[in-house]
Structure formats: structure tokens, C-alpha cells
């Protein structure tokens, strides 16, 4: 790459392994890892939170082997598009680019969704400004700083979170929060029949699909899991970052707040006043912030490095190449403003299980490309995703009165056909190849 896109995208190059543990950390911890995390108390009880979590660590986990795999099998591979085309060719990259830009600009609208909410009920703050200008805000200091900007940004946030979060550790974590705990868990025989166990079993799953899905289309990533200096300080950052520090801290806060929103019968974000509220807010919003900033250099990044010299001009210099990716992202970032204001009083879990059924159709293509498949018919890649999209929503429809239930139809139903798919597509190639 060029000296300049390796100073802008990639923060002049190798990072130390704290700054990329801490990026980590602050970019994976959503508005939904605490307020979606403590909505499943709600539904699930006290399993909720924790196949919310642990889910999303396994899937985590399934990431990181993923990324090692991108960097170790492809010369100068960065993305997941860089293993598509690997496996399929430029032409089935330039689909599954789709999801590398929708998939972030979901996330981002969630959780500018999320900041506006937690603003708008605890203080009053409009949202529909406050969805807009933090989306916009954001887009402005991540055209202007880059990656290094960026990860200055989390680190700051990881900070915040700490702090924040050993605030409401002494808020509600003391010996009369734990035997409520206790008593909570004792007082609900109803929290483990085999009913409320089969569903969060099925939101387990589900959590693990949903959280791949997210991850694996999320250009940012690999980006800063290029930015590593080897495998190993690779691995060790991704797995302290995103699965001990976020596992223990999502599981913990959504059990403790799901506990006290629920014997005090109030919403999660009516529990805080005072100094609390703003700590918790503060943490919110810079929660939200660095998420969508993080997202956003993703955009920044695959446009630079893959759209513009790819597709459009290969011989571009540097400069234009920055400059096309700039520009294209903040042109997603305000359209995705625009959409945010529109969200108002909408479950951010409902929203994450709903776009699920997009996302999850499309990694059934690309665990076939990870698995080193060259053996898949092309075409196969579309069709499968497509029809996964179809049955999913197809599913969300008819199944519409049965909402838990037509959810996990909806996503897993999707990813299934969509790996259905992928495979017949692999044995008419195998039967293609031996004719």
C-alpha cells in the first residue's frame, strides 16, 4: 500500500497490542450490549443475559480464527472480500460489497438509535436531533483523523466504560443487590422449565448467528486486525478485547441492571438519577460514538482501498484514492442520519433480531470461501443468498403472531437455506469439474 492510505487507514502501520485490545473492547461494546443485553432479562429471565453473551463471545471467537485465516491464506489480504474474490472471483466480490456497506450502516443507525433514546428519556434531549448530530459528528472526526483518530477515540472510551461501569458496580453491586440476585433466582422456578429453556436456548443460537453475521461483514475489523504486527499479538488483542473484557462486562451489567429494572418495575434507564445518570449517559454516548466512528473508518477503508482501484481506476493516485473513499463515506454517513430520525421508540433488540435475517443469509457464501472451497459455482454465491433473505422474511411474515419463535425461524431459517445452497452449488461444480 501507499505511504499515505498506510498513514490514514492504517495508522502508519503496527499498533501496540494495548491500544488494539482497548479498540477492541470500546468498538464491540454496543448501546445493545447493555440496554438489548438487558431486554432478553425481560423475555428469557436470567438466561437471557447470559446466552446473550455468551453467544456473542463463541461468535467472536468463530471471527477470529476467520480473520487469521484471510491474513494467512491470501497475500496481502485485508477484508472478507479479499477472500470472496479468492474463492468466487471480482465479479462476486463486487455483490457481497452490498453487505459491506449495508452491514455497517445498520450498526451505526442502531446505535445512534440507542444514544438518542437514552439522551431523549433520561434528560429530555430531543432525538431526532440527537440521532442526526451524533451520526454527523462522528463522520466529520473520523474524515478528519483517520485511524489514528479513531483509535485515540476508544481508547478514551474503554476508559469511560471502566470508569462508568465500577460506578454501577458500587451502585448496584453490593451485598444487598447480590442476595436480590439470589432471591430472583430462587423466586422464579419459572425462569427453568422447559419452555423459558428451549426459548433462550433458541435465542442462544440465534445470538451466535447474529453476532458472526455482524462481525464477519464489518470492514474495520480486519483492518485492525492488519494492523497487528504478527498472529499472535493479533489473537491476543482480539481475544482480551472482545471476549474478557466485553463477556465480562456485558454479562455482569445486563444481569445486575435486568435485575434491578425488573424488582423495581421501572426501564433500565429510569433507574439512574442524579450523578448516576449522567456517568451512565456520559458512557452511553461515547459508547455509541467511538461504535459509529469505528464503523464509519470501515466504509473509509474498503472504499479507499478496494472500490476505487478495483472497479473504478486502478491507476489512481493515492490522493484521489483517499479522497473517494472520504467522500463516499460521508455520504453514508449522512444518509444513514437521515434514516436514524425515523427510529424513534423502536426495541434496538428488535431491530439487531430483524436485520439478522439480511446478514445471516449472506455467510453461508462465505464460510464456504473460508473453508477453501474454489469448488462452489459462482452463481450459487447470489442465488443462496437471496433465497436465505427470501425464506427469512417469508418466515417473519407468516409466523408474525409467534414473535420469539418466527424470530429464531427467521434468522437461522436464513442461514440454513443459504448454506443449503451454497453446498448444491459446490456439488454441480464438483460434477461440472469431473464431466
Known sequence: MNEKIIDVILAGGKVKTSTLIFSVFASWMWTTSVIGAVETYSIYGILGPITYAVGACLAFLFYVLLISTVQSKIPDGVTFLDLIENAHGEKIKLFFFMFAFIVPAYVLIEQAVGVASVLNIMFGINFKWTAFLVIVIATIYVAISGMRGLLKLEKLTAFVIIIAFVFIAGYFVNTDTQVNVVNEINAHDDWFNPGVIAASLRYFVMAIVIAFSQLAFDPAYYIKGYMARDDKQFKKAFYIGGILLWGSTSLAA?????????????????????????????????????TISHYLMGWFGIFTIDLYTDYLRPDADEHKMIVFGRTLMIIGGIFCALIAISLENISLLTIDVFCAIFFAAPTGPLLFAWLGSKHTENRASVIATVAGIAFGLAIWI?????????????????????IICSAIGTIIKSKRTAD
Open 254 to 290: 445486563s444481569i445486575y441492571l435486568g435485575i434491578a429494572s425488573y424488582t423495581q418495575n421501572t426501564d433500565v434507564l429510569m433507574l439512574f438519577n442524579g450523578l448516576g445518570a449522567i456517568i451512565f449517559g456520559v458512557a452511553m454516548l461515547f459508547i455509541g460514538f467511538s
Open 398 to 418: 407468516i409466523l408474525a403472531n409467534n414473535n420469539e419463535f418466527s424470530q429464531f425461524l427467521g434468522v437461522v431459517g436464513s442461514f440454513t437455506v443459504s
